[in-house]
C-alpha cells in the first residue's frame, strides 16, 4: 500500500494504522492491484501489477505518445521459498496481464542486491535477465526498468 495511498490518506491516516481498508476499498471499486502466487493451494507470493497511473509518482519518465504505462511496483515471495526462481515467475505473471489488458510498456523499481532498502521492489539482475532495460535512477536507490511490450 505504501505506493497506493495518496498524499491525502497518508496524512489523514493515523501513524501506524491499518491500510487494509484503503487497498480493499480500491479492490471493491475494481482499480487493479495486483496478483497471488499460489503453491500447492498456498498463497505464497504477491506482485503489485497495474496501471502506473494507480500509484502515487514512482519517479518513471513521462509515458511517451501512446505509451500505456504499467507498473511492477513490489514483489513478496515465502521467506522459505526465495532464491528457487519464482521471482522470475512473478515477473513474468506481471509481463503477462499488464499485455493482456493493454499495457505497451511495463516498468520497475528495483535496487541492487546490496540495498539496505526497498529491497520489496526487486533486484536489478532479476529484471536485466527479464529483458528490462535500465532508463535512470529514482531517488539513490531504486533504478528506473523498462521493458517494452509487444504483441
Do not use: N
Amino acid at each position: 500500500m505504501a505506493w497506493r495511498a495518496t498524499r491525502e490518506e497518508v496524512k489523514s491516516a493515523p501513524r501506524g494504522s491499518d491500510r487494509k481498508p484503503l487497498m480493499k476499498a480500491r479492490i471493491d471499486s475494481g482499480t487493479t492491484v495486483g496478483l497471488v502466487g499460489y503453491l500447492a493451494g498456498e498463497a505464497v507470493a504477491w506482485v503489485s501489477i497495474a496501471p502506473r497511473d494507480t500509484y502515487r509518482d514512482l519517479g518513471g519518465p513521462k509515458a511517451d505518445k501512446g505509451e500505456k504505462i504499467w507498473s511492477l511496483a513490489c514483489m513478496y515471495i515465502h521467506r522459505k521459498l526465495r532464491g528457487q526462481g519464482y521471482g522470475m515467475e512473478l515477473i513474468e505473471a506481471a509481463r503477462a496481464y499488464a499485455h493482456k489488458r493493454g499495457g505497451t510498456v511495463l516498468e520497475a523499481y528495483p535496487v541492487d542486491p546490496k540495498s539496505p532498502s526497498y529491497r520489496f521492489m526487486g533486484f536489478v539482475p532479476a529484471f536485466e535477465q527479464a529483458g528490462f532495460l535500465k532508463r535512470g535512477k529514482a531517488g539513490s536507490r531504486r533504478h528506473i526498468m523498462r521493458l517494452a511490450l509487444r504483441a
